[in-house]
């Protein structure tokens, strides 16, 4: 009797160690050594779409609520022995579908009990650091084990269980059926789902070796980096010299891939004009790097922000809807409501919009349309007269002299004579009593009532100290303020 335990201990101790001849990853349990666990990678033949609907779709399997720092994902995954059909989207897939490659792996434990393998089945479990399995279908999975222990005349079994699950994984436990359905998948698994496919594309693709299209040496992927708009591949050292040189110099427009035909479509022989127009707009395209693509290569931050920037006072020089702020020391680009939301293929149509307040109403914008607003300083202002915004209400300044009443004529000469404008914002004040150092009520800057000239916060009385300025001692002109009445000095 114990010449046959003997002989079951080094039956077990035998197998184990064939295994991990087969399968290094495996890790045998320092505590028992007739215990090991190994992780059965799932890498589908074919990338499966799988989509990812809303936690509230009636669909979705309740009591899966993992969070999405877990690092599993998925819904469903089945064996090949007559497990029954995954679920699938509906007809009118959702618009968050994507394909993987890799999903996260199931660990398998293994533990062959005394008696094994002739009297007593090995004990298999599958777990996964998330449930993207459900759990009937890991219990057919189990019992998979036990059959073909049992179909092979109770023999050892561990390889040939390893093997039924790697070969599963690789078809992904038939899901979906011909590789054409969508598999369901909650959403609150999405980001592990995805970080896990990303990060194991990653890893494959730097144990790679790429020949870089610039200077044509062989590189492992680890010092390579894949466009993500076409997928060719340069070493990151010729990236890099060639994206510094483009942005230093200014020229963003080449911030691209550098294959020489890359982005040139193959025109079509009998294809329609539909798809003529559709061809020409897919070649207008901005192919020019992302910017956090930039910061993957890597490109210095410094050099990045420089690009955003160029990038946007290229595509505001050539948008014609464009306008700018009218403040002189300003100049900021502003973009009217109507026309933000307009595609760059339609603002190339239109005509450069300087508009003339003085012209026929029918050649102007309607006054709903005329608000634009400064991405740099924020003044509101009207696209036609260039004046801050005045409200949908009321009519441009100037207008034709013939059409101004006498009210608003008298109006118009009065804020002239008796105001004085703030050089920042050209808000028009008028003193009431005092002295000339005026504060914007507006944007608090501080100037001469007289001449409108900026003042020194910190000393703005040197302004009328200076013999050199009209100002000069003139501090306390108007002292009982502007208007009719007061009597102003040349």
């Not at 038939?174 to 999405?190: R, S």
């Not at 005509?351 to 740099?376: F, G, K, T, V």
Request: glycine letters at 4%.
């Amino acid at each position: 009797m114990a010449d046959e335990f003997e002989t079951q201990e080094d039956e077990r101790a035998s197998e184990l160690s064939s295994i991990s001849a087969i399968y290094p990853e495996i890790v045998i349990d320092p505590s028992d050594p007739y215990s090991a666990s190994i992780d059965i990678r799932v890498e589908p033949l074919k990338p499966l779409a799988i989509s990812f609907p809303p936690l509230a779709d009636p669909g979705t399997e309740s009591g899966i609520l993992t969070p999405p720092t877990s690092v599993g994902s998925g819904d469903a995954a089945l064996a090949k022995q007559d497990l029954p059909a995954a679920p699938t989207a509906p007809a009118s897939l959702p618009q968050d579908a994507h394909r993987l490659s890799h999903l996260p792996p199931l660990t398998l434990k293994i533990r062959l009990p005394d008696g094994y393998p002739t009297q007593q089945p090995p004990v298999f479990d599958l777990q996964m650091a998330s449930p993207w399995l459900p759990e009937k279908n890991v219990a057919k999975l189990r019992d998979a084990g036990h059959s073909i222990w049992e179909e092979m005349g109770r023999d050892q079994v561990v390889f040939s269980y390893i093997d039924f699950l790697r070969e599963a994984a690789e078809q992904a436990f038939d899901l979906p059926e011909a590789w054409e359905e969508t598999v369901i998948v909650p959403q609150n698994l999405k980001i592990a789902l995805l970080d896990f496919d990303r990060q194991a594309k990653r890893a494959e693709f730097e144990r790679k070796t790429f020949e870089c299209g610039v200077c044509l040496d062989s590189k492992r992927g680890a010092v390579c980096h894949r466009l993500l708009l076409c997928s060719h591949v340069f070493c990151i050292e010729c990236l890099q010299d060639f994206f510094n040189t483009c942005i230093t110099e200014g020229d963003v427009a080449n911030v691209k891939c550098m294959a020489p035909n890359c982005g040139n479509e193959t025109i079509v022989i009998g294809e329609t004009e539909n798809e003529k127009r559709r061809r020409r707009r897919r070649r207008k395209k901005d192919r020019t790097l992302d910017p956090s693509e930039l910061l993957q290569i890597p490109i210095s931050q410094e050099q990045v922000q420089r690009y955003i920037n160029l990038k946007r006072k290229n595509r505001l020089e050539s948008d014609r809807t464009t306008v700018y702020c009218p403040r002189q020391w300003c100049q900021g680009p502003a973009r009217s409501k109507k026309n933000s939301q307009e595609s760059e293929s339609e603002s190339e149509a239109e005509e450069p919009q300087n508009y003339d307040p003085n012209s026929n109403e029918d050649n102007l914008p309607p006054r709903n349309e005329r608000l634009a607003i400064c991405e740099d300083c924020s003044l509101a202002f009207c696209k036609v007269c260039k004046a801050s915004w005045h409200g949908e209400y009321f009519s441009c300044f100037p207008r034709k002299r013939d059409e101004l009443t006498k009210e608003e004529l008298a109006s118009e000469a009065y804020v002239k004579s008796f105001t004085s404008q703030c050089p920042t914002c050209e808000a028009r004040t008028q003193k009431t009593m005092g002295c000339n150092h005026m504060i914007c009520f507006k944007c608090n800057t501080h100037f001469c009532y007289l001449c409108s000239a900026w003042l020194d916060k910190d000393n703005p009385y040197s302004h009328f100290n200076s013999k050199e300025l009209p100002c000069y001692q003139r501090l306390w002109e108007l002292e009982e303020g502007d208007g009719l009445d007061v009597q102003r000095e040349a």
